[in-house]
């Protein structure tokens, strides 16, 4: 049976790739550090704030580390206030609500971030489920956000579904034991693949989602 759905926030629930790769350019911009796609995708789409300061800024300490990624993340809630829910997210939702199926969103932004995105594509009151990076010890890949929020659904890893458009988070739900759905917001249906996707997707309209949704609601 399909108990639950549960969503990636950022290139997921919405395209904001875009919006938080000229974040990241303003911020690192007078480091000397240039961001372009080839960089956001290799050294930050889908890995933790502290990951990828690090990774950028080796020669920082880690509480500037800290205060570059606060910075960041205030630049992206300035920039994002105009994004838009991806393709079908709304029919989606109408429809597991209709049938009593629990909704939860598991994300590495922080609490502020997932608050202000909620807020911006009106969703908020269909995400009583929010697992932050501040809530668990261990952000994707590891499971650990995966786990917690079926914890929470008071739901098992068989019964629940997964929509992920990053490395990082598909390797965390399938470590989990989800079913996991590839959005091609960024990544290709072949690289999606080649890190678990169980199936792909280019928006949530895509007939290889509601054929599975309507089997597994069916059963």
């Given at each position: 049976?399909l108990k639950?759905l549960i969503?990636?926030?950022?290139g997921t ?10 974040a990241f350019?303003e ?9 372009d796609?080839?960089i ?5 789409i889908g890995?933790?704030n502290e990951?990828i300061?690090a990774?950028?800024l080796?020669?920082?300490?880690a509480e500037?580390?800290v205060a570059?990624?606060d ?6 809630r300035r920039l ?5 829910p991806?393709?079908g997210?709304i029919d989606l939702?109408d429809?597991a ?9 598991v994300?590495?932004?922080?609490r502020?971030n ?7 594509l ?5 995400f009583?489920?929010?697992i ?6 261990r952000g994707k ?7 917690t929020?079926l914890e929470r659904l ?5 019964d629940?579904i997964a929509?992920?458009?990053s490395?990082s988070g598909?390797?965390?739900?399938k470590?989990?034991?989800?079913y996991?759905f590839g959005?091609?917001?960024?990544l290709?249906?072949r690289e999606?693949r080649?890190i ?8 949530f309209?895509?007939?290889?989602l509601?054929?599975e ?7």
């Amino acid at each position: 049976m399909l108990k639950a759905l549960i969503f990636d926030m950022d290139g997921t629930l919405v395209h904001s790739d875009p919006v938080h790769l000229r974040a990241f350019s303003e911020v690192l911009k007078p480091e000397g550090v240039r961001i372009d796609e080839e960089i956001y995708r290799s050294t930050i789409i889908g890995r933790t704030n502290e990951a990828i300061f690090a990774s950028l800024l080796p020669g920082r300490s880690a509480e500037e580390h800290v205060a570059f990624a606060d910075e960041k993340e205030a630049t992206f809630r300035r920039l994002a206030l105009e994004l838009k829910p991806l393709d079908g997210l709304i029919d989606l939702l109408d429809w597991a609500d209709q049938r009593g199926i629990k909704i939860a969103l598991v994300t590495n932004a922080p609490r502020l971030n997932a608050e202000h995105m909620l807020d911006v594509l009106g969703v908020t009151e269909r995400f009583p489920v929010q697992i932050t990076i501040e809530q668990v010890e261990r952000g994707k890949p590891d499971p650990l956000p995966y786990l917690t929020a079926l914890e929470r659904l008071g739901v098992h890893a068989s019964d629940a579904i997964a929509f992920e458009d990053s490395p990082s988070g598909m390797r965390a739900a399938k470590a989990a034991g989800l079913y996991s759905f590839g959005i091609l917001t960024g990544l290709t249906a072949r690289e999606m693949r080649d890190i678990g996707a169980d199936a792909t997707i280019e928006d949530f309209h895509a007939a290889a989602l509601w054929d599975e949704l309507n089997s597994r609601a069916a059963a």
